[in-house]
């Protein structure tokens, strides 16, 4: 509970639960889920590693990004999940397809769906963010939408 709080405070939390009409417990689990799912905590460690090398707001912009999309894919889960199984269960479900899918994405978009991508990567390269993580920061809303 306290890595779901610190990642996307209280308020969203609150939200979720209010919006999707689910537990606590259920929030939990889906977060857990989506965290193995989109490998979350090596991108979330991946941002804190920055230190000084990158700007605050640069770090701070990601980092919003990264919760954003958290919730975004929570509330999938909490609406598209049998949660009342083995959270490990789905995770495997997921988590093999979800990372396919990641290594070939990038590729596969087109129009605006292209150019977001693609200005997002340019924007976190042009502060001094590793294009391997930019990358994976800016997949993230297309896996998730």
Do not use: C
């Amino acid at each position: 509970m306290n890595k779901l709080v610190n990642e996307l405070g209280g308020v969203p939390i609150q939200s979720i639960k209010r919006e999707s009409g689910s537990s606590v417990g259920d929030i939990i689990k889906a977060h857990a889920i989506v965290t193995e799912v989109l490998g979350l905590d090596r991108i979330w460690q991946d941002v804190e590693n920055l230190g000084t090398s990158v700007d605050v707001s640069i770090r701070v912009e990601m980092l919003s990004a990264i919760a954003r999309i958290t919730r975004r894919a929570i509330n999938w889960f909490i609406k598209n999940s049998n949660l009342s199984v083995s959270v490990t269960k789905i995770i495997d479900e997921f988590r093999r397809p979800t990372e396919e899918l990641a290594a070939v994405m990038s590729k596969m978009l087109r129009g605006i769906n292209k150019v977001r991508f693609n200005a997002r990567v340019e924007h976190y390269v042009e502060v001094g963010v590793d294009k391997k993580l930019a990358k994976s920061i800016a997949i993230l809303e297309f896996l998730v939408s």
